[in-house]
């Protein structure tokens, strides 16, 4: 596996599909949960059985729903949320198999980890919702929107994609790092090319934190619902778009253009001197880009 991340075409596959590539600690730290609010009430959804974990802040029948990335938690929202909540009811998942919510032994598919957005959304009487789906939380969200159109209100893509950009040839070669007894090395190096210039050391440790709280079993199955051919179809999202995108020389030159046929309201923003995790280096630009996106579509209003 020494040649997988140097490998171009894996390595433009790696940044705008997956959720998260860090590095892995040893043990679980106190810093992957989320922290208390006044306002924020840990809750559980159940979906097949298994608890799904979610924080809620404030009230109202639509809100504004964060979806993490791969092997993350809901804190990786921990410092978008306050300002965020002050607009407006925001929810912040954690998917099965991540964080607080239940592991068990299942296919995690992004069609299960859409059903399990839906859950929570009826446990907390949300009648529709704003998804901001960060990596791999952009085909939960798009999957959500093809099973619940109705209840989607807008996607808000965090560095994520809506095109694979390798073929299953290079993503089962990818996969099998994940598979093997090195799986941590492997998510080590991958962090590494994703890191951005601004990422503090006590970000990097949340994010290690997180990771070392997914189970390999479960990192592996979702990265295998991100290689499923079939969650990557032409079909249009017609819902306000908003894709908030960090610029690295992995993305193909035509990103955005390959964007556009998908999501025919596309706002498209690339941002410079970031990383992967642009809304934990920039949480105040990234709200502010949201709340801006949110207003200009009449979303969300109180």
């Not at 907390?124 to 919702?129: G, H, L, M, P, Q």
């Not at 997914?214 to 051919?229: C, I, R």
């Amino acid at each position: 596996m020494k040649g997988i991340l140097t490998n171009v075409k894996l390595r433009s596959w790696l940044v705008p599909v997956i959720g998260i590539f860090c590095v892995l600690s040893l043990s679980t730290t106190a810093k992957a949960q989320p922290k208390a609010s006044d306002s924020g009430q840990s809750k559980f959804a159940t979906l097949d059985g298994a608890k799904i974990h979610y924080v809620n802040y404030g009230q109202g029948s639509d809100a504004l729903v964060l979806i993490h990335g791969w092997t993350q938690s809901v804190d990786a929202w921990r410092d978008t949320i306050p300002d965020l909540a002050k607009r407006n009811r925001v929810i912040a998942i954690d998917l099965p198999g991540h964080g607080q919510s239940d592991k068990p032994a299942v296919k995690y598919s992004m069609e299960y980890f859409a059903r399990a957005v839906e859950a929570v959304m009826r446990d907390a009487k949300v009648n529709r919702a704003v998804l901001v789906g960060h990596s791999m939380g952009t085909p939960v969200a798009r999957q959500f929107y093809r099973k619940y159109p109705d209840k989607t209100l807008a996607i808000v893509i965090v560095d994520g994609a809506l095109k694979p950009f390798a073929d299953a040839a290079t993503m089962n070669r990818m996969i099998d790092g994940f598979r093997g007894p090195n799986y941590k090395d492997t998510i080590a190096q991958m962090f590494t090319a994703l890191t951005g210039p601004s990422m503090t050391p006590e970000v990097k440790e949340r994010i290690t934190s997180a990771t070392s709280n997914t189970p390999q079993a479960v990192l592996v199955s979702a990265m295998e619902g991100m290689a499923d051919p079939t969650i990557w179809g032409d079909d249009k999202i017609n819902v306000p778009t908003l894709a908030i995108m960090a610029k690295n020389p992995f993305y193909p030159p035509d990103i955005e253009q390959q964007m556009r046929p998908l999501a025919p309201n596309l706002e498209f923003q690339m941002w410079e001197g970031v990383g992967h995790f642009l809304m934990m280096e920039r949480p105040k630009e990234f709200d502010t880009a949201v709340v801006a996106f949110l207003d200009k579509n009449k979303l969300l209003k109180k």
